[in-house]
């Protein structure tokens, strides 16, 4: 069975400092991996997504990036924090070849003060 | 671009009764449109899909129906649970892109 984890937790961290946010997928052989962005409260945003290691798209700019550096690895990263970076961050996969439905890690709650 | 609309913000339904969440789509390309589900402080959870091959499918009490000429999409959850009550959010995509376009989600109250 594929199991998706997404660390840390939770983060409190200050504006301007550096983040990094991780996700790994095991039991699936090279997944389509996404990042999501929700508000609190409010609808999804598709941030990244990754067919490939170490090909990485980007679907909105929001002064994040990401990085695939390993098959099961999605990292979300960012060298200064802004405010609005405040929410839930999501990881997701779906089979590589014809598999549309996305299955989502448990997410990390970032507050930025 | 495609954009989706979910109509209900809140949807208050007496314990047993149906509910019904309706969404709407601008793109006549999309031909996938899962829902999931959110629990409160949680993730999202898959519930259904269906995909524009079909007009209707069930899976035990959900029903997803699917009318392209109104494009136009819509979860049916029968006979209602307390543990029915979430955020239910719609999404489409055209399956090309690697992209799913979200509603704004749809709180279900399940009244006692």
């Known amino acids: 069975a594929q199991t998706i984890h997404q660390w840390p937790v939770a983060e409190i961290k200050a504006v301007g400092s550096p983040l990094s946010l991780g996700c790994t997928i095991k039991?699936?052989?090279?997944?389509?991996l996404y990042w999501y962005w929700q508000a609190t409260g409010g609808t999804l945003q598709q941030l990244f997504y990754?067919?490939?290691?170490?090909?990485v798209e980007s679907v909105v700019q929001l002064n994040l990036s990401a990085s695939r550096p390993k098959d099961d690895q999605f990292i979300l990263s960012t060298e200064k924090l802004l405010l609005s970076h405040s929410g839930f961050y999501l990881c997701?996969?779906?089979?590589?070849?014809?598999?549309?439905?996305?299955?989502f890690g448990p997410g990390t709650r970032l507050t930025v003060l | 671009g495609e954009k989706v609309e979910q109509h209900e913000s809140t949807l208050s339904v007496r314990e047993g009764d149906s509910a019904v969440i309706n969404c709407t789509y601008t793109?006549?390309?999309?031909?996938?449109f899962p829902w999931y589900k959110q629990e409160a402080g949680k993730s999202l959870h898959f519930v259904i899909d269906?995909?524009?091959n079909v007009d209707r499918k069930q899976s035990q009490r959900l029903i997803v129906l699917l009318d392209k000429k109104a494009k136009r999409f819509s979860l049916h959850i029968t006979a209602t649970q307390p543990e029915d009550s979430a955020i239910y959010f719609c999404?489409?995509?055209?399956?090309?892109?690697?992209?799913?376009?979200w509603g704004s989600g749809t709180k279900l109250i399940i009244k006692p």
């Open positions: 269906i995909r524009s």
């Open positions: 039991g699936k052989s090279s997944p389509n």
């Open positions: 793109d006549t390309a999309s031909s996938y």
């Open positions: 997701a996969w779906s089979p590589r070849l014809g598999g549309l439905e996305q299955y």
């Open positions: 990754s067919i490939t290691v170490g090909q």
């Open positions: 999404a489409a995509s055209t399956g090309s892109n690697y992209q799913l376009i």
